[in-house]
């Protein structure tokens, strides 16, 4: 199974699951939320 390591946003697991494929997420803590968000925000604001 291929590892991602990605916010996911909502529905996006009830997808995967429509198309049959399975998954594992969890919760992050919030010191685990803010890191994951600026991550995020870093690669929203990256220019191609």
């Known amino acids: 199974m291929a590892v991602y390591n990605k916010l ?3 529905l996006i697991p009830a997808i995967i699951q429509h ?4 998954y594992r ?5 919030p010191s685990e939320y803010k890191e ?5 925000l870093q690669e929203e604001i990256e220019v191609d």
């Open 8 to 10: 996911v946003r909502d």
């Open 19 to 22: 198309q049959g494929h399975s």
């Open 36 to 40: 994951a968000l600026e991550k995020k």
């Open 25 to 29: 997420s969890r919760i992050l803590d």
